[in-house]
């Protein structure tokens, strides 16, 4: 079944030090988005790629940073984390044209010492 | 600001009851409305999605009821299961943009 995957679905890193999630989709879609959700909230859109157009939301910390190096495989780096940044990171694709379903995958649960 | 207002929060019901979420919005150029399924410990998964041209639109239990004048539209669960269990997220798209702004939620709960 095409899908999108995110690896690994538990991270635990301390505080301070750079972690790397990781999605990968089948999809072959053209867009692939970041959100972070924390508990009880909807999810919040940290970034989307069109292809390789990086698009970066005004609100997002300096602290989150993204890669695309193909269609298939996307990854959020955050380069020193803080206790506020304990949350689910979703990632999500959809084709390349506006107002399209969105397809999830189930998350990465981080948790900061 | 939240752009799509959802209501209520969380709500409670038996078995084979009508769970009914609210969603509102402002802006007119959204033209795509999906609503979103999420369990604990899972991502969202697309339930049913509509279209401003249409009124109403059902898939097997759900119907999503669509209101453009009043710029509101609304989920509802026919026959709800225990199954149903789970929170609901309305979205909004507007027709020349990939991003979706979500509504805050509502915590459904099917007794048995």
């Known amino acids: 079944d095409a899908m999108v995957i995110q690896n690994p679905r538990y991270q635990v890193t301390q505080f301070g030090k750079p972690v790397t999630l990781s999605c990968s989709q089948t999809l072959n879609h053209n867009v692939m988005y970041w959100y972070q959700q924390k508990s009880s909230q909807a999810p919040k859109l940290l970034f989307h790629y069109y292809d390789k157009d990086f698009n970066n939301e005004a609100d997002t910390p300096d602290n989150f940073q993204s890669r695309r190096p193909n269609t298939s495989f996307c990854f959020l780096d955050i380069r020193s984390p803080g206790l506020g940044d304990a949350a689910m990171y979703l990632c999500a694709t959809s084709r390349d044209s506006p107002a399209q379903p969105q397809h999830f995958g189930d998350g990465t649960r981080l948790s900061i010492l | 600001q939240q752009q799509v207002k959802q209501s209520p929060q969380s709500l409670i019901v038996q078995k084979g009851g009508i769970p009914i979420i609210n969603c509102a919005y402002e802006n007119t150029a959204f033209d795509y409305f999906p609503w979103y399924q999420q369990f604990p410990g899972k991502g969202p998964a697309l339930l049913i999605a509509?279209?401003?041209?249409?009124s109403e639109k059902k898939e097997g239990r759900f119907t999503i009821s669509f209101n453009k004048s009043a710029k509101q539209f609304s989920l509802h669960i026919m026959d709800s299961q225990p199954g149903d269990s789970a929170t609901y997220f309305c979205?909004?798209?507007?027709?020349?943009?990939?991003?979706?702004?979500f509504g805050a939620g509502t915590t459904v709960t099917v007794r048995a």
């Open positions: 979205a909004a798209s507007k027709y020349n943009d990939y991003k979706l702004s």
């Open positions: 509509i279209r401003p041209d249409v």
